[in-house]
Protein backbone atom coordinates (compact mmCIF):
# COMPACT_ATOMS: atom_id res chain seq x y z
CA UNK A 1 0.00 0.00 0.00
CA UNK A 2 1.19 3.10 -1.16
CA UNK A 3 2.14 6.15 1.60
CA UNK A 4 0.23 9.15 1.04
CA UNK A 5 2.34 12.51 0.53
CA UNK A 6 1.65 16.43 1.58
CA UNK A 7 1.58 18.97 -0.93
CA UNK A 8 1.82 22.25 -0.41
CA UNK A 9 1.11 25.16 -3.01
CA UNK A 10 -1.68 27.90 -4.21
CA UNK A 11 -4.77 26.91 -5.91
CA UNK A 12 -5.24 27.70 -9.51
CA UNK A 13 -7.53 26.39 -12.23
CA UNK A 14 -10.52 25.34 -9.74
CA UNK A 15 -13.26 23.51 -11.25
CA UNK A 16 -16.16 22.33 -8.95
CA UNK A 17 -18.81 19.65 -10.18
CA UNK A 18 -22.11 20.38 -8.34
CA UNK A 19 -23.58 17.13 -6.54
CA UNK A 20 -26.16 15.57 -8.94
CA UNK A 21 -30.25 16.67 -7.85
CA UNK A 22 -31.14 14.19 -5.24
CA UNK A 23 -34.42 12.43 -5.35
CA UNK A 24 -37.28 13.97 -2.88
CA UNK A 25 -39.81 11.98 -1.11
CA UNK A 26 -42.57 14.32 -2.16
CA UNK A 27 -41.67 13.99 -5.83
CA UNK A 28 -42.02 10.56 -6.04
CA UNK A 29 -44.70 7.77 -4.64
CA UNK A 30 -45.08 5.50 -1.73
CA UNK A 31 -44.66 2.19 -3.75
CA UNK A 32 -41.71 4.16 -5.50
CA UNK A 33 -40.40 4.86 -2.29
CA UNK A 34 -40.45 1.27 -1.09
CA UNK A 35 -39.06 -0.07 -4.58
CA UNK A 36 -35.68 2.20 -4.19
CA UNK A 37 -35.27 1.21 -0.54
CA UNK A 38 -35.42 -2.44 -1.71
CA UNK A 39 -32.91 -1.94 -4.38
CA UNK A 40 -31.05 0.41 -2.05
CA UNK A 41 -30.71 -2.32 0.26
CA UNK A 42 -29.19 -4.90 -2.11
CA UNK A 43 -26.95 -2.08 -3.46
CA UNK A 44 -25.67 -1.57 0.13
CA UNK A 45 -25.15 -5.71 0.32
CA UNK A 46 -23.27 -5.27 -3.00
CA UNK A 47 -20.97 -2.30 -1.35
CA UNK A 48 -20.18 -4.37 1.57
CA UNK A 49 -19.48 -7.72 -0.38
CA UNK A 50 -17.50 -5.58 -2.89
CA UNK A 51 -15.49 -3.72 -0.63
CA UNK A 52 -14.29 -6.80 1.26
CA UNK A 53 -13.53 -8.84 -1.53
CA UNK A 54 -11.76 -6.44 -3.71
CA UNK A 55 -10.19 -4.29 -1.04
CA UNK A 56 -11.27 -0.78 -3.27
CA UNK A 57 -13.13 1.72 -1.36
CA UNK A 58 -14.75 4.80 -3.48
CA UNK A 59 -14.35 8.08 -1.89
CA UNK A 60 -18.24 10.21 -1.58
CA UNK A 61 -18.26 13.82 -1.65
CA UNK A 62 -17.75 16.96 -3.91
CA UNK A 63 -15.91 16.49 -6.41
CA UNK A 64 -13.10 18.94 -7.84
CA UNK A 65 -10.03 19.34 -9.75
CA UNK A 66 -7.69 22.33 -9.88
CA UNK A 67 -3.91 22.97 -9.66
CA UNK A 68 -1.39 23.19 -6.75
CA UNK A 69 1.94 24.70 -8.32
CA UNK A 70 1.95 23.12 -10.77
CA UNK A 71 0.58 19.67 -10.00
CA UNK A 72 -2.63 18.63 -11.04
CA UNK A 73 -4.77 17.34 -8.21
CA UNK A 74 -8.60 15.66 -8.87
CA UNK A 75 -10.31 14.41 -5.51
CA UNK A 76 -13.86 14.14 -3.19
CA UNK A 77 -14.16 16.50 -0.08
CA UNK A 78 -17.56 16.59 1.99
CA UNK A 79 -17.23 20.47 1.00
CA UNK A 80 -14.96 22.87 -1.30
CA UNK A 81 -13.66 26.06 1.27
CA UNK A 82 -10.86 26.74 -0.88
CA UNK A 83 -10.72 29.04 -4.44
CA UNK A 84 -7.99 29.83 -6.68
CA UNK A 85 -5.47 32.03 -4.96
CA UNK A 86 -5.59 29.69 -1.48
CA UNK A 87 -2.67 28.37 0.13
CA UNK A 88 -3.78 24.98 0.88
CA UNK A 89 -1.40 21.80 2.46
CA UNK A 90 -3.47 18.55 0.44
CA UNK A 91 -2.32 14.62 1.54
CA UNK A 92 -2.13 13.20 -1.89
CA UNK A 93 -1.50 9.75 -3.79
CA UNK A 94 0.34 9.88 -6.74
CA UNK A 95 -1.72 8.30 -9.77
CA UNK A 96 0.72 9.84 -12.65
CA UNK A 97 3.75 11.61 -13.27
CA UNK A 98 2.03 14.76 -12.64
CA UNK A 99 -1.47 14.07 -11.84
CA UNK A 100 -2.36 13.43 -7.97
CA UNK A 101 -5.37 11.85 -6.14
CA UNK A 102 -6.09 14.11 -3.15
CA UNK A 103 -7.32 12.76 0.23
CA UNK A 104 -7.51 15.62 2.63
CA UNK A 105 -7.10 18.97 2.54
CA UNK A 106 -5.44 21.34 5.42
CA UNK A 107 -5.98 25.29 5.60
CA UNK A 108 -2.87 26.20 7.83
CA UNK A 109 -4.38 29.65 8.15
CA UNK A 110 -8.02 28.72 9.75
CA UNK A 111 -6.61 25.33 11.50
CA UNK A 112 -9.60 23.70 9.38
CA UNK A 113 -9.44 20.02 7.70
CA UNK A 114 -11.52 18.86 4.64
CA UNK A 115 -12.31 15.19 4.13
CA UNK A 116 -14.38 13.53 1.57
CA UNK A 117 -17.87 12.20 3.18
CA UNK A 118 -17.66 9.16 5.46
CA UNK A 119 -13.94 9.99 6.45
CA UNK A 120 -12.42 11.84 9.58
CA UNK A 121 -13.21 9.30 12.19
CA UNK A 122 -10.45 6.69 12.77
CA UNK A 123 -10.96 2.97 13.86
CA UNK A 124 -10.21 3.08 17.00
CA UNK A 125 -12.54 5.75 18.11
CA UNK A 126 -15.58 4.13 16.45
CA UNK A 127 -14.82 0.89 17.69
CA UNK A 128 -14.80 2.55 20.96
CA UNK A 129 -18.35 4.20 20.41
CA UNK A 130 -20.10 1.20 19.32
CA UNK A 131 -18.35 -0.86 21.69
CA UNK A 132 -20.59 1.15 24.30
CA UNK A 133 -23.50 1.29 21.90
CA UNK A 134 -23.33 -2.46 21.29
CA UNK A 135 -22.48 -3.75 24.66
CA UNK A 136 -24.86 -1.84 26.74
CA UNK A 137 -27.79 -3.19 24.83
CA UNK A 138 -26.69 -6.74 24.70
CA UNK A 139 -26.15 -6.77 28.38
CA UNK A 140 -29.43 -5.31 28.77
CA UNK A 141 -30.82 -8.14 26.41
CA UNK A 142 -28.22 -10.73 28.43
CA UNK A 143 -29.75 -9.92 31.31
CA UNK A 144 -33.16 -9.63 30.18
CA UNK A 145 -33.08 -12.95 28.84
CA UNK A 146 -30.98 -14.86 31.52
CA UNK A 147 -34.19 -13.63 34.42
CA UNK A 148 -36.81 -14.60 31.98
CA UNK A 149 -35.03 -18.27 30.99
CA UNK A 150 -34.18 -18.89 34.47
CA UNK A 151 -37.89 -18.53 36.10
CA UNK A 152 -39.17 -20.72 33.02
CA UNK A 153 -36.74 -23.35 32.45
CA UNK A 154 -34.53 -23.34 36.07
CA UNK A 155 -30.81 -22.72 34.33
CA UNK A 156 -28.33 -25.09 35.57
CA UNK A 157 -24.23 -23.69 35.62
CA UNK A 158 -23.59 -25.21 32.42
CA UNK A 159 -26.53 -23.78 30.46
CA UNK A 160 -25.59 -20.83 31.91
CA UNK A 161 -21.94 -20.93 30.82
CA UNK A 162 -23.70 -22.03 26.94
CA UNK A 163 -25.86 -19.09 26.89
CA UNK A 164 -23.02 -16.58 28.08
CA UNK A 165 -20.64 -17.56 25.33
CA UNK A 166 -23.49 -17.50 22.78
CA UNK A 167 -24.36 -13.69 23.72
CA UNK A 168 -20.48 -12.81 23.50
CA UNK A 169 -20.05 -14.46 19.98
CA UNK A 170 -23.69 -12.66 19.20
CA UNK A 171 -22.01 -9.25 20.66
CA UNK A 172 -19.03 -9.51 18.50
CA UNK A 173 -21.29 -10.36 15.23
CA UNK A 174 -23.25 -7.24 15.85
CA UNK A 175 -19.96 -5.15 16.52
CA UNK A 176 -18.36 -6.01 13.26
CA UNK A 177 -21.27 -5.98 11.47
CA UNK A 178 -22.12 -2.30 12.78
CA UNK A 179 -18.80 -1.24 12.11
CA UNK A 180 -19.14 -1.98 8.49
CA UNK A 181 -22.88 -0.82 7.84
CA UNK A 182 -21.43 2.50 9.45
CA UNK A 183 -18.55 2.86 7.37
CA UNK A 184 -15.54 1.59 9.19
CA UNK A 185 -14.17 0.54 6.34
CA UNK A 186 -13.40 4.34 5.87
CA UNK A 187 -11.91 4.43 9.05
CA UNK A 188 -8.18 2.92 7.68
CA UNK A 189 -8.33 5.86 5.66
CA UNK A 190 -8.76 8.45 8.21
CA UNK A 191 -5.76 6.59 9.92
CA UNK A 192 -3.47 6.90 7.13
CA UNK A 193 -4.60 10.49 6.72
CA UNK A 194 -3.47 11.18 10.16
CA UNK A 195 -0.37 9.30 10.59
CA UNK A 196 0.82 11.24 7.43
CA UNK A 197 0.05 14.51 9.02
CA UNK A 198 1.92 13.32 12.12
CA UNK A 199 -0.04 12.75 14.62
CA UNK A 200 1.21 9.90 17.04
CA UNK A 201 -1.93 7.69 17.73
CA UNK A 202 -3.28 8.08 14.45
CA UNK A 203 -5.65 5.00 14.41
CA UNK A 204 -7.36 6.37 18.06
CA UNK A 205 -7.57 10.42 17.32
CA UNK A 206 -10.69 11.89 18.69
CA UNK A 207 -11.04 15.03 15.95
CA UNK A 208 -14.41 15.53 17.55
CA UNK A 209 -12.48 16.24 21.46
CA UNK A 210 -9.99 18.77 19.39
CA UNK A 211 -12.72 20.21 16.96
CA UNK A 212 -14.32 21.10 20.84
CA UNK A 213 -11.27 22.16 22.31
CA UNK A 214 -9.83 24.51 19.24
CA UNK A 215 -13.68 26.04 19.49
CA UNK A 216 -13.06 26.81 23.20
CA UNK A 217 -9.51 28.37 22.43
CA UNK A 218 -10.60 30.12 19.43
CA UNK A 219 -13.10 31.99 21.15
CA UNK A 220 -11.13 33.16 24.47
CA UNK A 221 -7.75 33.44 22.09
CA UNK A 222 -6.01 31.58 23.44
CA UNK A 223 -2.09 31.81 23.07
CA UNK A 224 -2.04 28.48 22.31
CA UNK A 225 -3.40 28.74 18.89
CA UNK A 226 -1.49 31.97 17.67
CA UNK A 227 2.46 31.00 19.03
CA UNK A 228 1.78 27.62 16.59
CA UNK A 229 5.39 28.39 14.56
CA UNK A 230 4.11 25.73 11.52
CA UNK A 231 1.35 28.24 11.00
CA UNK A 232 1.93 32.00 12.01
CA UNK A 233 -0.69 33.18 10.12
CA UNK A 234 -3.45 31.71 12.36
CA UNK A 235 -6.22 34.38 13.07
CA UNK A 236 -8.93 34.06 14.76
CA UNK A 237 -12.08 32.64 13.26
CA UNK A 238 -15.68 34.49 13.72
CA UNK A 239 -17.77 32.17 12.07
CA UNK A 240 -16.85 28.50 12.35
CA UNK A 241 -17.29 26.61 9.00
CA UNK A 242 -19.79 23.36 9.78
CA UNK A 243 -17.92 21.18 7.23
CA UNK A 244 -14.47 21.95 8.99
CA UNK A 245 -12.59 19.85 11.41
CA UNK A 246 -10.88 21.91 13.24
CA UNK A 247 -7.39 21.42 14.90
CA UNK A 248 -5.50 23.03 17.77
CA UNK A 249 -1.60 22.33 17.38
CA UNK A 250 0.03 21.45 14.05
CA UNK A 251 1.36 18.11 14.47
CA UNK A 252 5.41 17.63 13.23
CA UNK A 253 5.26 15.65 10.08
CA UNK A 254 6.90 12.39 10.12
CA UNK A 255 10.18 11.68 8.26
CA UNK A 256 8.60 9.05 6.17
CA UNK A 257 6.11 11.50 4.55
CA UNK A 258 7.45 13.17 1.54
CA UNK A 259 6.46 17.16 1.19
CA UNK A 260 5.76 18.49 -2.19
CA UNK A 261 6.55 21.66 -1.92
CA UNK A 262 5.34 23.85 -5.06
CA UNK A 263 4.86 27.11 -3.06
CA UNK A 264 6.00 29.80 -5.60
CA UNK A 265 4.92 28.00 -8.57
CA UNK A 266 1.82 28.29 -11.12
CA UNK A 267 1.21 26.12 -14.01
CA UNK A 268 2.25 27.27 -17.09
CA UNK A 269 -0.69 28.08 -19.74
CA UNK A 270 -0.21 24.99 -21.82
CA UNK A 271 -0.71 22.79 -18.87
CA UNK A 272 -4.35 24.41 -17.82
CA UNK A 273 -6.79 21.80 -17.79
CA UNK A 274 -8.53 21.64 -21.37
CA UNK A 275 -12.00 23.44 -20.66
CA UNK A 276 -9.83 26.82 -18.88
CA UNK A 277 -7.81 26.92 -22.62
CA UNK A 278 -10.66 27.01 -24.65
CA UNK A 279 -12.25 29.73 -22.53
CA UNK A 280 -8.83 31.43 -22.75
CA UNK A 281 -8.02 31.14 -26.50
CA UNK A 282 -11.89 32.03 -27.15
Given amino acids: MAKYSLLKGTVSYLQVKDDPKELRADDIGLLAMIGLMIVGAFELIGVLVGSLTSGSITLEGKSFQCYVGRKEVQGKLE ?13 VEQIDDNHYQSYATRMPQ ?25 GIFSLFAYVVLTIMMYIQIKLDITSLIIFTISNIITFLFFLVLFFLLLGGRYTFISNRIYSALGYPKPWLHDSS ?15 EL ?21 YCRTPILPNWVKIIDERGFTPDQSEQPIEDQGQTNG
Avoid: C, W
Wanted: proline share 7%; hydrophobic share 30%; aromatic share 14%.
Fill in 79 to 91: HISFKDGDYVEMV
Fill in 110 to 134: YHALYFPRSVGVTTLQMLKYLTIGV
Fill in 209 to 223: KEHARFKKLNRSGDP
Fill in 226 to 246: YDDPQTPEFERIKKLDPYANY
